[in-house]
C-alpha cells in the first residue's frame, strides 16, 4: 500500500509539473516574453465570505530554466464528478491546489461572481472557513482534478501571500 501512496505522489507532481510546463508554450519565442502562469486564489475575507484572486506564478531564473516554487504538499489525490454535479455552498476541507486536469467547472463565490476552470487551470484553495463557494460541474463532460493538499495547513490572512 505504501508503495501505491508513492506512486501516487509522484505522478501527481510529476502531471503538476506538465501542467505548469504546457501552459509556458505559448510563448513569443523572438521576443523572450512568456505568457504569464496565473492561478485562481480563493480564500475567506474579514466578511466572512469567499474571494477569488488571480495570483501570477513569478519565476526566477535559474541556470538551464525558470522556476516557481510552490508550497510544499503532503500527497495527492484524484477526484472525479460526474457532469451536472453541484457542491452547493461549501468550505475547502485544507488548504489546497487543485488541477483541473479534465472537464469544466464554475466555482461560485461572494457576490455571485462566477470563475470558469477547465484543464490547466491551478487553484490555490484556502476558504477553509465562513460562506465558502459552489461548485458546478458544466459541460458534457466528467471533471478530473488533482488535489494537492498543503503541508502548513495555518489560516492565511485575506491578503495575498
Request: proline residues 3%.
Amino acid at each position: 500500500m505504501k508503495t501505491k501512496a508513492g506512486w501516487i505522489s509522484g505522478g501527481g507532481a510529476a502531471v503538476l509539473l506538465v501542467l505548469l510546463c504546457t501552459s509556458l508554450i505559448g510563448q513569443d519565442a523572438g521576443a523572450n516574453k512568456r505568457k504569464p502562469v496565473m492561478m485562481t486564489r480563493l480564500y475567506t475575507g474579514a466578511d466572512g465570505q469567499t474571494h477569488a484572486d488571480e495570483v501570477e506564478a513569478k519565476f526566477t531564473v535559474g541556470s538551464t530554466n525558470e522556476v516557481f516554487q510552490l508550497m510544499g504538499v503532503t500527497g495527492a489525490e484524484l477526484h472525479r464528478a460526474k457532469p451536472g454535479t453541484v457542491q452547493d455552498w461549501h468550505v475547502a476541507p485544507r488548504r489546497q491546489y487543485v488541477i483541473t486536469l479534465s472537464g469544466r467547472a464554475e466555482l461560485e463565490v461572494a457576490g455571485g461572481k462566477k470563475i470558469l476552470v477547465g484543464p490547466g487551470n491551478i487553484d490555490l484553495v484556502e476558504d477553509t472557513t465562513g460562506k465558502g463557494h459552489i461548485t458546478r460541474v458544466v459541460g458534457n463532460e466528467e471533471r478530473v482534478t488533482l488535489q494537492l493538499p498543503l503541508s502548513d495547513q495555518s489560516v492565511r490572512s485575506a491578503a495575498k501571500n
